[in-house]
């Protein structure tokens, strides 16, 4: 029962445009979702969250987006490097649950020169 | 400051064996989690422990088991290996007070034959 979904398995985008990742849950009691970032032969890496009292939270080039009536969120990435080159991670959890994260099968971004 | 370490980086097993993998947390983090990640997949929760017990638990098999020692540290043990347990086992700690303050070990790669 894949209760977080990401239903992009790739994405590739161009150096210095946005990156959208997007990112679905079916679980009306999740309420803290994160996105996780991961390069090959290393754990994943937190990147940002979002509380399910907030519809956007920013941090530098990264802002996530969160729309609870579509459980529906999306991370966006401007400008796009190079060095964001790896698999993002949208995860979800309920607040009496910390530490129980469930993950999206992850995507896989691109940015090329 | 040391991240989460975890040993071995890499092991092989035969159908049957037993496995024990192992998770040394962040400094200043009590609580460890387990988790696993099987091939174009993203990481399942085993199971956490919390003042060396079990606390919360995925949906997995009694095969596997675990341990958290005084020292914070934990053991992942998996009996009666099967093929499908082949993975990438990530370990993950965090002070009680947030999920957002995860953080990842590189994992241990096992592989059974």
């Known amino acids: 029962d894949q209760q977080v979904k990401q239903n992009s398995p790739s994405l590739s985008v161009q150096e210095g445009r946005i990156s959208i990742l997007n990112c679905d849950y079916t679980n009306s009691m999740f309420d803290y979702f994160l996105w996780y970032k991961k390069y090959p032969a290393e754990g994943p890496t937190f990147l940002i969250s979002?509380?399910?009292?907030?519809d956007k939270n920013e941090d530098g080039r990264f802002t996530v987006f969160l729309n609870k009536s579509a459980k529906h969120l999306s991370l966006h990435i401007v400008p796009s490097q190079p060095g964001d080159s790896a698999v993002y991670f949208c995860?979800?959890?309920?607040?009496?649950?910390?530490?129980?994260?469930?993950f999206g099968a992850g995507t896989q971004v691109v940015v090329t020169p | 400051d040391a991240g989460v370490t975890q040993s071995p980086t890499h092991l092989i097993k035969t159908r049957g064996q037993q496995v024990t993998l192992r998770c040394s947390p962040k400094s200043g983090h009590d609580t460890v989690s387990w988790y696993q990640q099987a091939l174009g997949q993203g990481p399942q929760f085993i199971f956490q422990y919390y003042e060396e017990e079990e606390r919360q638990r995925g949906n997995f098999p009694d095969r596997f088991s675990g341990h958290q020692f005084p020292n914070y540290s934990s053991e992942l043990n998996v009996n009666a290996l099967l093929l499908g347990d082949s993975a990438l086992y990530l370990c993950?700690?965090?002070?009680?007070?947030?999920?957002?303050?995860?953080?990842f070990g590189p994992g241990t790669r096992l592989t059974v034959l």
């Open positions: 993950a700690s965090s002070p009680i007070s947030g999920a957002d303050t995860q953080y």
């Open positions: 979002i509380s399910s009292i907030k």
């Open positions: 995860a979800a959890t309920e607040t009496d649950s910390w530490g129980k994260l469930q």
